[in-house]
């Protein structure tokens, strides 16, 4: 029906100055999606834990779409507005790409190096350890532990990352405010 | 999540979200899944679609209400009146699955004939030590249980590692029961006689739920369980948060039990999880209490000196809780590498022991007293995410230094020149001390790891594209942190310094410098220590030190060399076993053994999962068995036998040392072995039900500014609740800074009914001013027939409701709802009150600036 | 560890394509909202808060190619018998009389050979004639903001996607199914189904954007139909659209007829005489 012949009806009631085949311009002419030979990765949506499925389409190291992935028994290639949106997280002018220093009492960041503030905070847990660590409680129960040094977040994070935190920062550091998301 | 645990063994959600899809009655409670997991909502609207039914209990009409069949509205902080409601209905009616329930649940066991109940003791169960604020729960015990089933509790510990939580029975096994269900001191008959009183009048007159409508509830649930039908139900924090949070989840545990709806098709419990991880953040914990795999962190209070203590005291003597001193030696392999032996204890001296509570409210206490210096914070917010967010803003402004690692400049990053307190003067950028690092993280697709879903589904996500400039994934940042203190303690022969040197720390690394975290996954799957082979299962973890497993129930998700299971995809029109890796074992439905009856035969045709095969003499179905594979139906109990062969062939539940579902919680829950309705610390409504009008071991840490409004306070007259919303993710970090999500919902806003704007005198669009005892906010007045007064014990009860995402910082700003809600916590988990408390709505604005 | 992909192009002989959205199935997330601003990569609008229930987008524009539509029912028989909460994702029509492109001077405005109704974008001149001739405000200029370049935009049903055989972003995105991409044929068919299907259930389902359905109005079907369960004007959706030439077309008509008469009197008269 959508293909059949314009009645005359059709025609008076269309605009008189109709032009009856419109040109293609060249861009319509040249009409493909961004996606053709891009290259694709799985991943994982980073919103809420329904675990969708999405497809990073990239070239040349450039996200192009993020999407659902059809073959999810899960989302079966849909995504929420939020997954929808990853893309908007992920290429995202406001994105922090520096590490900003802010020293005691000051009222700016100051943009350091990467390497400045590795060294720098691994001074500072050391000193905070040093200063906090019990070996062992008045009453010779060894505990090797410190209260100085906390750490908090891991429900956004990767199983990985949750494992070598856990490990550092439990068995190797003795630190015990050792919390998420999970709990509160 | 001891609310399932405590009664079914695991805290996981006990079926997967595709399985939904066969239900014939989904109950929606304590989540607005529609809009907060719209994917996993898809499959709802399957199983409507088919002909189920759909029901929606809430304070509030949502976009979940609009979709369901039903929508019940239900007062905050209500909820177990009307799931107690609903537990008498089917005992009373007798629409309970009775054969279900007498082989699959401790309904038959008998209990301590010293056991008195709250309608006994006129709002306490007994044991309850008042001036310590806690319950001393042998009275709770099984009967001939001649040592209470877990360790003594302890105050300051916020919760139980799983093992002490499924109980260890020590008297004679197995312990005396009545499977006719008729002795007074029977489980069924305690039950019975606990929910009498929660009779539909009385579910009217506290949740403010009209009868007709409770009992069509109450009859849906009935029609659509028993051998041919299920009913599933799903939870989210609208559950969690409350002051007697696990025992709301351990009400809906046990009428699940109850109506025979665990381990079967279309049945059991979604928990609903709000965070990509945030399963996988208690599996593999970031939590101070607990180990990877749910093993207890060892304490001083318990007898967990040396690592033989340790075992002594943790492990269950029944149940598959019995092979725990595997678990524990090899995750000490896997911490201390060849410095683990056993000469050494495998360095057990070395894991710090805990000596009081270290969740995260004590530890922003600790950090505004100063005791806390240092904090490392990735991927949280509490400036606006944490409950009386403006305290946590006060505790930042106390610490020596801290580390943020975020994608934005989030405003636990900028505190100290944009928080209100900054802004409004009462503390100043230069008295504030903090020295703040601000990192750049990385975001799923720039970083190789696995997330564990809702599910418990463990999926890789592969790194795609760079993470921009400097920022990096985890991984490296800690890798590199431990390489260089490991140099900056070198030659040094101090405690903390053999703490640190003795931890097995060589990662390989990358082109980039970056540790390959495959090899991380590779060793919380396990292997073997002489040839480093990756082990198959947990089945292989060994207590000998021969084995090095980082989280054993994720084992089996590396079994062998090139073969991460976690990356695999393929699905089916089943259960997708092909897809990811679903801890335990890759079973989808938990407790699958009972989709089937005693002798091993599916329940029904329609609802059949897995069964016995008797020809091949095994377990086989749909699913991977979560039992153990060649164990016949008919295998007995052994008298006075250990482990697995304590539980018969037909005691599904596994983890539990008796291997039933417990109705009644002899060990496990803090607050009383069956849920009973308490009133919120802060509530609008005097509970009639006993003298005793809140949870008595709830946990309040007085202090200035904690203040709590007095029950029925008439300064605080309405109801208030928080909650999120489609648009946005949390207290906003992911959200708020992402200009298509920004632009959908860009204030801050109260929903309040159109009789509330009146009495406040606001029209919609209004701002309005909202208090509680520790703070006020402002938002803008959005007025809706969708929220509506409750008629509770002949007084109207409004409800005020506030989406949780703003803060200061971000491309859309507000109000922190977070500044109102008090720092409470719920016995068990340390769980805060933010969805029933009290406040009062004023017209007008607060006059500061953002 | 990724993978090369190669796109297989629609075949050459292509059918009329469009939307089918089901309101009794959206359950108003606006994943159609933002998956459409993803792959057209599109601008945010404004960050205003209008109050207007769970609607912040408030209309169809020319970087907003769809909109959810929130209407909360006092009373109306919803769930619980309280309020019922209506959602509809609503889109360009890509009408079968399309108003846009009858307009059109340049011939920026296209049907394409999926039957869908497209602005070229390298032919549009920004004259805006387009934009009254839409009986249902979905094109517009893009004259404001960062991304202005006073041209007319509106939805493309994703004509790039379908050249490639991909679905239309906002319907791959959709997690509930309420809103279906495919053959118009078929999905005419699944709509009368699905509306079957509702009305047996007693809801008052109809389908919207069909003349032979009884709704749309009079402009011919609609590439974009919807099953709609209430009064078509509570999701913002003209009972009775008409194009600016219908509306012209009466007084054409009445100018023709009285030109007709006089001639008929005047040939009458000279008869006469």
Partial sequence: MLSKKRSLGDIIRSHVGIVPERPLSPNTLRIQSRLEGAEVGVSVCPYCAVGCSQLVYHRDGTVLSIEGNYESFINGGTLCPKGAATYGLVVNPNRLTTVKYRAPGSDHWEDVSLDWAMERIAQLTKETRDRTFVHQTPDGKTVNRTTGIAHLGGATLDNEENYVIKKLFTAGLGMVYVENQARI | ?850 | MTETITLTPHSSSPTAKGFLTDTSLCIGCKACEVACKQWNQLPLDDLDWFGTSYDNTRKLGATTWRHVTFAEVPGAGGAGGQTNWLMMSDVCKHCQHAGCLEACPTGAIIRTEFNTVVIQQDVCNGCGYCVPACPYGVVDLNVEGSAADGKAHKCTLCYDRLSDGLEPACAKACPTDSIIFGDVIELQERAERRVDDLRDKGLPAYLYGNEEAGAGGGIGNLGAQFILLDDSARYNLPAHPSLPQDRTFGAVAAMAATALALTAATAWAFKKS
């Fill in chain 2, 1 to 850: 999540m001891p609310g399932l645990g405590a009664r079914l063994g695991r805290g996981g959600a006990t079926t997967a979200e595709n399985d939904l899809g066969n239900a014939d009655c989904i109950v929606i409670m304590g989540s607005n899944m529609a809009e907060n997991h719209p994917v996993c909502f898809r499959y709802v609207m399957k199983a409507r679609e088919r002909g189920a039914t759909i029901i929606h209990v809430d304070p509030r009409f949502s976009r979940t209400s609009a979709l369901a069949d039903r929508f019940v509205r239900i007062r905050p902080g209500s909820d177990i009146v009307f799931l107690n409601g609903l537990i008498r209905y089917a005992i009373e009616n007798e629409t309970y699955f009775k054969e279900y329930v007498q082989a699959y649940t401790n309904a038959t066991t008998l209990i301590n004939p010293e056991f008195q109940d709250v309608e006994d003791l006129d709002g306490v169960f007994s044991g309850l030590i008042p001036e310590e604020g806690r319950y001393d729960n042998s009275s709770w015990q099984y009967q001939g249980q001649t040592e209470p089933p877990s360790p003594p509790m302890h105050e300051q510990l916020s919760s139980m590692s799983y093992a002490q939580r499924v109980g260890n029975l020590e008297g004679k096994w197995p312990p005396p029961s009545d499977p006719t269900m008729q002795d007074p001191n029977c489980v069924f008959q305690i039950l019975r006689r606990h929910v009498s009183r929660y009779t539909p009048e009385l579910v009217e007159e506290l949740c403010g739920v009209p009868q007709e409508e409770f009992l069509a509830v109450a009859e849906a649930i009935s029609r659509n369980s028993g051998r041919e039908r299920t009913t599933a139900w799903c939870y989210a924090v609208g559950w969690t948060q409350h002051t007697t949070g696990p025992q709301i989840i351990g009400a809906c545990a046990l009428l699940q039990l109850l109506m025979g709806n665990i381990g079967r098709p279309g049945g059991g419990i979604m928990a609903l999880r709000g965070h990509a991880s945030i399963q996988g953040s208690t599996d593999i914990p970031t939590l101070y209490d607990l180990l990877p795999g749910y093993l207890a962190m060892p304490n001083t209070f318990d007898k967990h000196e040396t690592l033989h203590d340790y075992i002594e005291t943790e492990t269950p003597k029944t149940g598959w809780w019995h092979n725990l001193p595997r678990y524990m030696v090899s995750l000490l392999k896997a911490y201390y590498g060849e410095n683990a032996n056993p000469e050494n204890d495998f360095c057990y001296d070395l894991l710090p022991k805990l000596s009081g509570d270290y969740s995260t409210f004590p530890l922003f206490l600790a950090a505004r007293a100063g005791a806390v210096k240092g904090l490392f914070l990735m991927g949280q917010n509490p400036a606006v995410g944490n409950v009386d967010a403006g305290f946590m803003r006060e505790a930042l402004a106390h610490l020596d230094w801290l580390v943020v690692r975020d994608l934005f400049e989030i405003e636990s990053a900028t505190f100290w020149r944009d928080s209100p307190e900054v802004k409004s003067g009462r503390l100043k950028t230069a008295d504030i001390k903090t020295e703040v690092f601000l990192m750049p993280a990385a975001v799923a697709p720039e970083k190789d790891g696995t997330s564990t879903n809702t599910q418990r589904l463990i999926q890789w996500h592969d790194r795609t594209v760079e993470p921009p400039g400097d920022a990096t994934g985890e991984p490296w940042f800690i890798y590199h942190l431990g390489r260089r203190l490991r140099e900056m303690y070198a030659g040094e022969d101090t405690p903390q310094a053999r703490q640190l040197q003795s931890l097995d720390w060589d990662y390989p690394l990358d082109e980039r410098g970056e540790p390959v975290v495959e090899e991380i996954l590779k060793e919380i799957n396990g292997y073997t220590v002489a040839d480093r082979k990756q082990l198959p299962g947990y089945a292989a973890a060994r207590d000998d030190g021969s084995t090095a497993c980082g989280c054993w129930i994720y084992s089996g998700v590396y079994p062998e060399e090139g073969k991460n299971l976690a990356r695999s995809r393929v699905s089916d029109e089943q259960y997708s076993l092909g897809w990811g890796f679903a801890w335990p074992s890759n079973r989808r439905i938990l407790y699958n053994r009972a989709s089937a009856d005693p002798e091993g035969r599916p329940w029904s045709e329609r609802k059949k999962l897995i069964w016995w095969d008797e020809a091949e003499g095994k377990w086989t179905g749909h699913d991977t068995p979560d039992f153990p594979v060649d164990k016949a139906p008919n295998v007995p109990v052994k008298e006075d036998a250990e482990g697995m062969d304590a539980l018969s062939g037909a005691d599904p539940f596994i983890m539990m040392s008796d291997g039933k579902g417990w109705l009644f919680t002899p060990s496990g829950l803090r607050d009383g072995p069956l849920p009973t309705h308490y009133e919120p610390l802060e509530s609008p409504v005097e509970n009639p039900l006993y003298a005793q009008k809140t949870n008595p071991v709830a946990k309040y840490w007085p202090r200035r500014g904690n203040r709590l409004a007095r029950q029925q306070d008439p300064n605080f007259p309405y109801a208030i609740t928080t909650y999120r919303l489609t648009e946005h993710h949390t207290a906003g970090g992911m959200s708020r800074w992402v200009p298509w999500l920004a632009e959908l919902q860009p204030s801050f806003f109260a929903e309040i009914s159109p009789r509330l704007a009146a009495r406040v005198g606001v029209d919609n669009g209004d701002w309005v001013v909202i208090s509680t005892p520790r703070n006020e906010i402002e938002a803008r007045a959005l007025v809706t027939e969708r929220m509506h007064a409750h008629r509770v014990r002949g007084k109207e009860v409004e409800t005020v409701g506030l989406p949780y995402h703003w803060g200061y910082s971000g491309l859309v700003k507000g109000d922190a709802a977070n500044d109102l809600v008090s720092i409470v916590a719920e016995p068990n988990v340390s769980i805060e009150e933010a969805k029933a408390f009290t406040c009062n709505v004023r017209k007008g604005r607060l006059r500061r600036e953002l």
